[in-house]
């Protein structure tokens, strides 16, 4: 099984995003999403047959993986790949990508927001992304509290030219951003020393969760600055692992009674880990998310 960081590693960028509706800026009930790093597996082995089942599940939308700065995604010519999604009625509305500190073989990685961001963000612009989102940190790239506003500043220059091609940069968190550090969480720094409106926030609520902060508070001291939200469920067991919506203890109802507040635009399920084929967690999590919170 492909774990975050060799999936990092590997595909350079973890995400890109094609063939967004213009008009689509606004939370839409209608578009329930898939982070494609949950189907991982299956995306490496035949990501036109994937992006086939995850819309005959019922989801409309995706966040997927594997640009890289020859223009392919998961290895599938852009304009394939384009033509796959809208023949199943897919919209691709965000992506992710790594910050880039770390090397590949003793080498830069390409496609990443240090080294050769503004021809990822031309790449991501034809092809109509709206998002661009860091996925991660890795541990080598945390540091200090120092270096975590030295990353915020790398994000504002990011989110400039971002900006400058039509498209928001995000940042995506997990918990690690909430050890605290001479007694403040990195979270703060990285929200109080990236501009608000260059870079926005990716809130993922299981991770939130893991960390034992409130959401909503969060939404509260920063209004509007979470337009995206990953969706995945936390069990009822001590270990706190990953299952599928609706079937662990996070009050998402509750939640979503804050998308405005929060800014809300599009979100994704996502489940890292799932008990057997990821195909039988997304329908679960989907089937509770048509019942319960669209």
């Known amino acids: 099984m492909t774990t975050r960081r060799s999936f990092l590693k590997t595909s350079a960028v973890l995400s890109a995003g094609l063939l967004v509706a213009p008009n689509l800026f606004a939370y839409d009930k209608k578009h329930i999403g898939l982070q494609l790093y949950t189907v991982r597996d ?19 939308s995706v966040e997927g993986g594997n640009y890289n700065s020859a223009g392919k995604f ?8 384009a033509k796959t999604l809208k023949d199943n009625g897919l919209i691709m509305p965000s992506a992710h990508y790594s910050l880039g500190e770390d090397k590949y073989n003793s080498q830069a990685v390409e496609g990443t927001i240090l080294h050769g961001w503004e021809k990822a963000v031309d790449d991501a612009a034809a092809i109509g992304l709206k998002y661009m989102v860091c996925a991660y940190l890795s541990p080598t790239e945390r540091g200090n ?26 940042y995506h968190n997990h918990n690690f951003e909430f050890d605290k550090q001479d007694g403040k969480y990195p979270y703060e720094i990285l929200l109080a020393n990236a501009d608000k409106d260059l870079v926005k926030m990716e809130m993922d609520l299981f991770w939130i969760t893991k960390a034992n902060q409130n959401p909503m ?15 995945k469920d936390m069990d009822k067991t001590p270990k706190r692992a990953f299952t599928e ?18 800014g809300l635009k599009y979100f994704f399920v996502e489940q890292d880990v799932c008990p057997g084929d990821p195909y039988d967690s997304i329908t679960q999590s989907i089937g509770y998310i048509k019942k319960n919170l669209v």
């Open 145 to 170: 509290l120092d270096h975590y506003k030295y990353v915020g500043e790398q994000f504002n220059k990011a989110g400039e030219i971002c900006k400058k091609a039509g498209i928001q940069f995000c």
């Open 245 to 262: 919506v609706g079937n662990g203890i996070i009050n998402f109802k509750e939640i979503f009674e804050h998308a405005k507040k929060a």
């Open 42 to 60: 299956h995306m490496a082995k035949d990501p036109i047959a994937t992006l086939a089942k995850v819309a005959q599940i019922g989801y409309s």
């Open 217 to 231: 508070e969060i939404f509260k001291e920063h209004p509007g600055r979470f337009p995206l939200w990953h969706i």
């Open 74 to 81: 998961y290895n599938v010519d852009a304009k394939v790949f």
